[in-house]
Nanobody, 125 residues
Framework: VQLVESGGGSVQAGGSLTLSCTDS????????MGWFRQMPGKEREGVSS????????YYADSVKGRFTISRDNAKSTVFLQMNNLTPEDTAMYSC???????????????????WGQGPQVTVSP
């Protein structure tokens, strides 16, 4: 199983980016998926998650109203649309998947089984 993210980069505050995550060897449609981020010197933080078949969806309070998670199971891809970015959103972002049938908690990193390497997102003032 290999999760591969794309779409990171640098943007000015107020800008937007869309992250994508696809898999190699995993039936993405059978997995709950999440996006996490880690800022320098801080612990990994749950950003958003989406259950199999598109719901339910969860967001961290810090991104509610600005970020949108979605999935296209036919393309084995999960997206994170990030709008109105701020410098506080600067972090390494990673997608993660829960193995089919396993218990999970939406924004709790240790309940996820597979991880991507993550793109860097940098937001300048």
């Amino acid at each position: 199983v290999q999760l591969v993210e794309s779409g990171g980069g640098s943007v000015q505050a107020g800008g937007s980016l869309t992250l994508s995550c696809t898999d190699s060897g995993l039936d993405l449609g059978a997995s709950a998926m999440g996006w996490f981020r880690q800022m320098p010197g801080k612990e990994r933080e749950g950003v958003s998650s989406i259950d199999r078949d598109g719901g339910p969806i969860y967001y961290a309070d810090s991104v509610k109203g600005r970020f949108t998670i979605s999935r296209d199971n036919a393309k084995s891809t999960v997206f994170l649309q990030m709008n109105n970015l701020t410098p506080e959103d600067t972090a390494m972002y990673s997608c993660a998947a829960v193995a089919s049938g396993r218990w999970w908690q939406p924004l709790l990193a240790r309940t996820y089984d597979y991880w991507g390497q993550g793109p860097q997102v940098t937001v300048s003032p």
